[in-house]
């Protein structure tokens, strides 16, 4: 079955710098690879997602890369602010299976 | 009215206790799940619910007992739990009404849950 790696665990930047999580998955036959936001005593909530058929995606400030060869993907959200301070999950999956998350990143961001 | 609404928000139990973890989706999704979040660790799914219609159990000790009334209703009865098993709980729903299909969840806030 899929195995999702994320990290790092943890980063604190400061305000108007970037910030960069990477993830690792292990089954070739994933497709879709979304990543969610938790704030604290929210539930996660996606911000972005990409699938296999594409190599980058971006929204705003964030943006996903994803090379299927290596199999990994990351997010990058530049200009940071305060309110991106959350947990961040990325996940893997293709049709019929349970998407599985990685372990989560804790993104401090401090003016 | 949030998406995805579950009560209680906390709850502490004994091990000897039954309760019941309740989550309802005001989005018109035909598929809702259960996921444990535990500190240090992936979200683990526990449930799937499709059309009213269980299609995943991810080997969740019995203990644990989903119900689905509707496709706006999810359950968690929980009896005999055990202090590993506080954690929060969340509640999620999503529109493909295969479930397992890849999309957008839309989470609740969870439950907390400690089991004394």
């Known amino acids: 079955g899929e195995n999702v790696e994320q990290h790092p665990s943890t980063l604190s930047v400061q305000e108007g710098d970037s910030a960069v999580i990477k993830c690792t998955y292990s089954d070739s036959a994933s497709n879709y690879f979304p990543w969610y936001k938790q704030e604290l005593g929210k539930g996660p909530q996606l911000i972005i997602d990409?699938?296999?058929?594409?190599g980058e995606k971006k929204d705003q400030r964030i943006a996903v890369t994803l090379n299927k060869t290596a199999k990994h993907f990351s997010l990058h959200i530049t200009e940071t602010q305060p309110e991106d301070s959350a947990v961040y999950f990325c996940a893997a999956n293709q049709a019929g299976t349970a998407l599985i998350f990685g372990k989560g990143t804790t993104l401090s961001v401090s003016s | 009215e949030t998406g995805v609404t579950q009560t209680p928000r906390h709850l502490v139990m004994g091990m000897t206790n039954k309760k019941s973890l309740k989550c309802e989706q005001h989005l018109g999704h035909n598929a809702m799940y259960w996921y444990k979040q535990s500190a240090k660790k992936p979200l683990e799914l526990m449930f799937v619910?499709?059309?009213?219609?269980?299609?995943e159990n991810n080997s969740v000790p019995s203990r644990f007992s989903p119900e689905c009334p509707n496709s706006s209703h999810l359950f968690l009865h929980l009896h005999t739990l055990q202090p590993e098993d506080s954690a929060l709980y969340l509640c999620?729903?999503?529109?493909?009404?295969?479930?397992?299909?890849?999309?957008?969840?839309?989470f609740g806030e969870g439950s907390r849950l400690t089991v004394l």
């Open positions: 619910y499709s059309l009213e219609e269980r299609v």
């Open positions: 999620a729903s999503s529109q493909d009404p295969g479930a397992l299909i890849t999309g957008e969840l839309f």
């Open positions: 990409i699938r296999s058929n594409v």
